[in-house]
Each structure stands twice: as C-alpha cells, then as structure tokens.
C-alpha cells in the first residue's frame, strides 16, 4: 500500500486508481505450483548427483544457473533399474519395506552410466535421498569381491574362479583372533566361486592376506575408493 499511496501522491494513478488496487486481494491473479518435475521420476537419483558434482567441482549451482551439461547416462540402463526395483517382473521381494540401492559402472572406462537408490520413491519429492550414496552403513560383504577376489585375479593370485580355496579354522593374519563365518562352520576346500556365493568369511579374509595389503589399497584407488589405511577386518567388510 505504501507504493501505491506514492504513485497516486505523484500522480501516476489516479484516486480511483488506487482504491481499487488497494481492495484487489494480493493473491489475485497468482499462478497455483506446479510440482510436476519435467524429467522421469527414474532420473531422479542420477541427475541430484550429477547436480552435487558440478557444483563441487565448479562452484555453480545448476538449478540457478543456465549450463549445458553432458553426462554419461545409459537411460536404458537407468529405465531397467528403475523397473528392476518397482516390479515383481524381476525380483519376488517380500514386502515394500525391502529396500536396495544400486550404482553401475562401465568397467571400460569406468563411467557411471545408471544409478538409483530405493524402492518406492514418492513422486512429490525432487531430489531426495540416494542410498546408493548417502548412506554410512557398513558396506558388509558387498566388499568381498572388490577389496579380496578382483585383485586377487588381476594380480595373478588366482587363475579362475574355480581356484580352489579353503573353509577351514584361520585367525587374522598376525594375531590370535579367529576369523568366523556366519555360521560358525567350514566347508574345507571349495571354489572361488562357491565362496563368494555362499559370502565365506575365511576364504576372503586369506585371499586378502594372498594379495597384500598394499596392493588391494592400490587396487581400490584405481576404483576410486581411497582407505586412510587398510586392514584385514576390510576382507568382509568396509
């Protein structure tokens, strides 16, 4: 009201200008939100961390700011894992409160090509949490085939994941603490394949011992996961 008294006291409107500009309510006119995203609610996960990326790595904020942004997306993929999570097509999940979280790389070239984090996403948040990144629970077993296995066959440690390896009582490398599966037992000689399947925590834990310390931190930074250091509790989880 203070500017309109002001323009009818200079005389840009007149007296009865101002009047009815006063009694028109402010909400007159206003457009209602719209929260429709103008994107697949597949894309989500992927383009909030694209988003984090280019504004770590230039300062910019993309939704203030007018950039063309290139990435390495395989929609595809993306569209799958989305149908993958929110369908009993692939997988018979056991209710809705089941949740995954999931990232895929190239190995080529190692680009992230599909990411998602959760089953179920509302469609009236943008930009919500990603388990696929935002999460600081321990990685678990999910480490045993990148920390102990991978290097262990690029190394030369073993030649096939029919190698055998063996299931059998065994105690941290240089101490007197027993490593355990989770059922307190062994299977004795087993594939590396067969050991994987069946998450066998001895088996990891020796491979680790094979490949060295050293070399698995090596072999983890060319992943892009960098330990301050690493030990060999690492072999069966984070």
Same mark, same amino acid.
């Given at each position: 009201n203070l500017v309109l008294s002001e323009m009818k006291n200079q005389g840009y409107i007149s007296a009865e200008q101002y009047e009815k500009a006063v009694n028109t309510p402010i909400t007159d006119g206003?457009?209602?939100l719209k929260s429709a995203s103008n994107y697949p609610a597949y894309m989500d996960n992927y383009l909030k961390e694209v988003i984090?990326?280019?504004e770590e790595e230039t300062g910019y904020n993309l939704l203030t700011t007018g950039m063309d942004v290139y990435t390495n997306v395989d929609q595809e993929a993306q569209k799958h894992?989305?149908?993958i999570y929110n369908t009993d097509e692939y997988v018979a999940y056991p209710d809705d409160e089941l949740q995954? !979280?999931?990232t895929i790389v190239d190995v080529s070239n190692g680009k992230v090509i599909a990411q998602l984090g959760a089953r179920h996403q509302s469609s009236n948040v943008s930009f919500g949490i990603n388990q696929a990144v935002e999460t600081n629970r321990d990685w678990g077993s999910t480490?045993?085939?990148?920390?102990d296995y991978a290097p262990a066959l690029e190394y030369g440690v073993y030649d096939s994941t029919a190698t055998i390896v063996h299931d059998e009582p065994y105690n941290y490398p240089g101490t007197d603490i027993p490593v355990y599966?989770?059922?307190?037992?062994?299977f004795g000689n087993i594939t590396l394949?067969? !050991?994987l399947q069946q998450s066998r925590n001895v088996p990891a834990v020796e491979t680790l011992n094979k490949v060295g310390l050293n070399r698995a931190k090596t072999f983890l930074?060319?992943?892009?996961?960098d330990y301050p250091s690493i030990h060999y509790s690492n072999a069966i989880s984070s």
């Open positions: 206003l457009q209602s984090n990326q280019v894992l989305w149908d995954v !979280a999931s480490m045993k085939p990148i920390t599966n989770w059922d307190r037992g062994y394949q067969y !050991a930074n060319g992943l892009g996961i």
